[in-house]
């Protein structure tokens, strides 16, 4: 970027695109690191530096395809303004801070794009959405969740039966190390998935402004800094979250552990291949449900599934309401001191 051509406000607004992505590590952390900390196989402060570390080289493995539909494929480019973006991240980040509080995994990725549906509709209306990206997004709520609850049901079932002969002790043994190799995988397809939203917001920002050139693409730096952000954020924690997720819906040993993280991480390495920005919060819950519906129903604290369930339906809305009041507040102050 031409520091020297850009505007103090375009720099404010990477600044706020950064913070919302440190806070998006913060309040996932639990995604990435409640599995490997609730069946005791790390401790919270070694947990959060083995998922940080594969939150930031996440854009070794992955191509930028998220990226590109949250920048372009959310709300039409054309309508991209500083108010715009302002409203989207200021209803991101609050609806992240009010949810982090609560200690409710509610989605980032999901509070982002209600952010930029409820900014981007203030401004230009029901035309200036692009249906075929929020459909896509919309689908990912459904099928992540259950995609990993499905995978987790599979993964256990092979698991056990190959460990069927397997003493108790040599089993427990063989997956608390495998949870560390789960637990990267999950990690790196976190970093892989969200990091690339706050790309996309900053590079689609980059381009309003003229900063990239005719062709909307991703600049490595806007790469590096958001891998950077999403990594830091996840070495403060989310300890809150981290105790509904671990604990509070079901009761989690290694091998159940170490199917949950897989099965979410394989549904995550698919969405991001694809394009899609799913939820790792909603992948991993699914997830979680899966292995302890696969020990009976009853193994599963629904009332607490449903609570998060809930908060999944509004946080779409609530983060686009918020985003509209940001970006009208936005405008109110360009009329006023523009």
């Known amino acids: 970027m031409d520091l020297a051509g850009a505007s103090y406000l375009l720099i404010f607004l990477i600044f706020v695109a950064l913070a919302f992505d440190f806070l998006n590590g913060l309040h996932d952390a639990a995604n990435s690191i409640a599995t490997i ?6 401790s919270p402060r070694w947990a959060v530096v083995w998922a940080a570390f594969f939150n930031f080289i996440a854009f070794l493995f992955f191509g930028l395809h998220v990226a590109n539909t949250v920048g372009k494929g959310i709300i039409s480019a054309d309508i991209i303004s500083d108010a715009v973006i302002f409203g989207a991240l200021g209803g991101a980040i609050s609806w992240n801070i009010i949810t982090w509080l609560a200690g409710i995994p509610s989605s980032s990725s999901h509070a982002l794009i209600g952010g930029l549906l409820g900014a981007g509709i203030s401004k230009a209306g029901f035309e200036g959405v692009v249906w075929s990206g929020v459909l896509k997004t919309v689908a990912g709520i ?23 002969k397997a003493t108790p002790s040599i089993a427990d043994s063989a997956f608390r190390k495998l949870q560390f190799v789960s637990a990267a995988m999950f990690s790196l397809g976190h970093g892989g998935n969200d990091a690339q939203k706050t790309m996309g917001i900053i590079a689609v920002l980059l381009f309003s402004h003229g900063q990239l050139g005719p062709e909307f ?3 490595f730096w806007v790469v590096i800094s958001c891998q950077a952000a999403l990594g830091l954020g996840t070495l403060f924690g989310g300890w809150r979250i981290v105790h509904t997720m671990g604990s509070k819906i079901t009761r989690l040993s290694p091998q159940q552990g170490f199917c949950a993280e897989t099965a979410g991480a394989i549904t995550i ?19 979680i449900v899966g292995v302890g519906a696969s020990r009976r129903v009853s193994a599963v604290r629904w009332n607490i599934a449903g609570r998060i369930v809930w908060a999944w339906v509004i946080t779409m809305p609530a983060s ?3 985003a509209a009041a940001f970006y009208a507040m936005a405008r109110l102050a360009d009329r006023t001191f523009g």
């Open 269 to 287: 390495f698919l969405a991001t291949h694809i394009g899609v920005p799913v939820s790792t919060t909603h992948t991993i819950t699914g997830a």
């Open 320 to 322: 686009g309401l918020i």
């Open 217 to 219: 693409h991703v600049p």
């Open 37 to 42: 900390v609730s069946t005791r196989v790390l």
């Open 142 to 164: 459904v099928v992540s969740p259950a995609l990993g609850f499905g995978l987790a049901l599979i993964l256990v079932l092979i698991v056990s039966w190959a460990f069927v």
